[in-house]
C-alpha cells in the first residue's frame, strides 16, 4: 500500500510512523517546576543529536487539546533535566509515569520512584537509574503546534552518572544495562536477544 501523507488525518499519520519506527529508546526526563515540584515522565521520541558537542533530542508530540506538557513546560522555565534511561526493572514505573497527573503532583511520589540529587543540575534523577544523563537546555525547536505536531527539544549533556554494574571494559555493556524499547500501540521490546554484525571495511572499493 502507499499513503500520500497530504491524504491523511494527524491519527493516521502518527499511527504509520511510530508503527514503522521501531524500537524507539525511551527517555524517562526529570524535571522540576518554579514552585520546585518534581517531574517524571517518558519519551519515546529521542535520540542523540551530536556526539562533540555531547547533545541529546527529545520531542515533545502536542497532545490533542494543544495543551504543552509539564515536561516541556518546566525544561523551557528552569533550562535543564536528567534523562534517565529506562531498564527492564525500570518498566512498570516508567509506565505508571505516564499517567495524566496534575502539575502540582509529582510522579516520584505518585508511582513510588525514589530520586536522587544530582552533581550539576538542581534536576532530580532516578536513583536506581543505571545511567543518567545531566542536562541543559540548547534550543527548543516547534515543528508545529497542530495536535501531534512536534516540538524538538535539544539538549547539551553536561554530566554522565553511569553505574559500575554496567561499566565494563570502558564502555556501557549493553547487555547489562537490559534497556527497553518502544514498540507500536502498548507494545515494549527487550534487548535479551543480542548479536553482532563486524562493520566492514572497503579497501580500494571491494569488500
Known amino acids: 500500500m502507499v499513503f500520500k501523507t497530504e491524504e491523511l488525518d494527524a491519527g493516521s499519520l502518527y499511527q504509520l510512523l511510530v508503527g ?10 526529570s524535571t522540576y517546576d518554579a514552585q520546585g515540584i518534581d517531574n517524571l515522565a517518558p519519551y519515546s521520541f529521542f535520540t542523540v543529536a551530536s556526539c562533540q558537542p555531547p547533545v541529546l533530542s527529545i520531542t515533545h508530540v502536542t497532545p490533542g487539546d494543544g495543551r504543552t506538557k509539564d515536561t ?51 534536576a532530580k534523577g532516578v536513583k536506581s537509574s543505571k545511567v543518567r544523563y545531566e542536562c541543559r537546555l540548547r534550543e527548543v525547536i516547534e515543528v508545529s503546534d497542530q495536535p501531534v505536531g512536534g516540538t ?43 548479536f553482532s554484525l563486524e562493520r566492514p571495511i572497503l579497501k580500494d572499493g571491494k569488500s
Open 20 to 29: 514503522g519506527v521501531l524500537p524507539r529508546p525511551i527517555a524517562w526526563v
Open 72 to 122: 516541556l513546560a518546566n525544561i523551557q522555565q528552569t533550562g535543564e533535566c536528567v534523562v534517565n534511561i529506562v531498564s527492564a526493572d525500570h518498566a512498570e514505573n516508567m509506565n505508571a509515569s505516564c499517567a495524566d497527573y496534575s502539575a502540582d503532583i509529582s510522579e516520584f511520589e505518585a508511582v513510588g520512584v525514589e530520586s536522587v540529587e544530582s552533581l550539576l543540575v538542581t
Open 152 to 194: 524538538l527539544i535539544l539538549l547539551d549533556v553536561i554530566a554522565v552518572q553511569v553505574s559500575d554494574s554496567v561499566f565494563v571494559n570502558n564502555r556501557i555493556d549493553s547487555a547489562a544495562l537490559d534497556v527497553i524499547g518502544k514498540m507500536g500501540g502498548n507494545d515494549y521490546c527487550s534487548t535479551e536477544s543480542l
